[in-house]
C-alpha cells in the first residue's frame, strides 16, 4: 500500500527547542516537499529536494532545516530561530521525471505542531 | 512570474445546488493546473489535473473544472453539492523554476455546504 505517512500527528514544543517532523514515502518518487499550512494562507512551501543529498530553500526557509540523505525520506527541523512555528505542516512527493509538469503531487497526513 | 487567485474565500451552498469555485491563473507559459480537496486535519487530495489533452477535465466525486485560455480560469464546478463535498479547496499552477516545476497554491476556498 504506497502513499506517504508523516509522524507525529501531534507535537508540542516548548520555546527554545528544536524539534524534527518525520516524512516517508514508498512511491519511488524523486521529488519531496515541505508545506507550512496557516488558516487563511493556503500552504507556503518551506524545502523541497528534486534528488538525494540536495534540497532548495522555498518561499519561508527560515528558521528551518532539512536533510535527504535517502530518497525515501526527508525530514524537517524546526529550529528555535523559527519565531513563531505553530502551523499544521505537509509533507509531499511527485514523480518529476522527465521534467514534466503534469505530475501531481501526493500529500501526507501532516503534523500539528503546537510551541506552548 | 506564474501565480494563482482564488476569488473567493468562502462559498455557501445548499445540499443538492450546482457549486462553482473560482481560479485564476497568470503564467507566462501554457500551465498545468490542478485542483486538490483538504477535510479538515487531513492531507491534501488531487480531485483532477489539466493536462492539455482537453479543456473540460473531469475529476473524482463528480467534479470537473473548464480550461478557459482567453480568460485565464480554471473554475471548479458539481452540479449537485452534497454534505461530504464540505471542505477546503485548493486551485494550484505548477510553476517552471530553476529547471523543475514547483507547484504554487492559491489561498484556498472553503466550501461550506448547508442540508
Known amino acids: 500500500d504506497g502513499g506517504i505517512t508523516q509522524s507525529p500527528k501531534y507535537l508540542f514544543r516548548k520555546e527554545g527547542q528544536n524539534v524534527t517532523l518525520s516524512c516517508e514515502q514508498n512511491l519511488n518518487h524523486d521529488a519531496m516537499y515541505w508545506y507550512r499550512q496557516d488558516p487563511g494562507q493556503g500552504l507556503r512551501l518551506i524545502y523541497y529536494s528534486q534528488i538525494v543529498n540536495d534540497f532548495q530553500k522555498g518561499d519561508i526557509a527560515e528558521g528551518y532545516s532539512v536533510s535527504r540523505e535517502k530518497k525515501e525520506s526527508f525530514p524537517l527541523t524546526v529550529t528555535s530561530a523559527q519565531k513563531n512555528p505553530t502551523a499544521f505542516y505537509l509533507c509531499a512527493s511527485n514523480a518529476q521525471t522527465g521534467g514534466s509538469s503534469y505530475n501531481e503531487q501526493f500529500f501526507g497526513p501532516g503534523t500539528r505542531l503546537t510551541v506552548l | 512570474a506564474q501565480s494563482v487567485t482564488q476569488l473567493d474565500s468562502h462559498v455557501s451552498v445548499s445540499e443538492g445546488t450546482p457549486v462553482l469555485l473560482r481560479c485564476n491563473y497568470s503564467s507566462s507559459y501554457s500551465p498545468s493546473l490542478f485542483w486538490y480537496v483538504q477535510h479538515p486535519n487531513k492531507g491534501l487530495q488531487l480531485l483532477l489535473k489539466?493536462?492539455?489533452?482537453?479543456?473540460l477535465v473531469k475529476g473524482i466525486n463528480g467534479f470537473e473544472a473548464e480550461f478557459k485560455k482567453s480568460e485565464t480560469s480554471f473554475h471548479l464546478t458539481k452540479p449537485s453539492a452534497h454534505m461530504s463535498d464540505a471542505a477546503e479547496y485548493f486551485c494550484v499552477v505548477s510553476v517552471l523554476s530553476g529547471g523543475s516545476y514547483i507547484p504554487t497554491f492559491g489561498r484556498g476556498t472553503s466550501l461550506i455546504v448547508h442540508p
Open positions: 489539466y493536462t492539455s489533452a482537453a479543456t
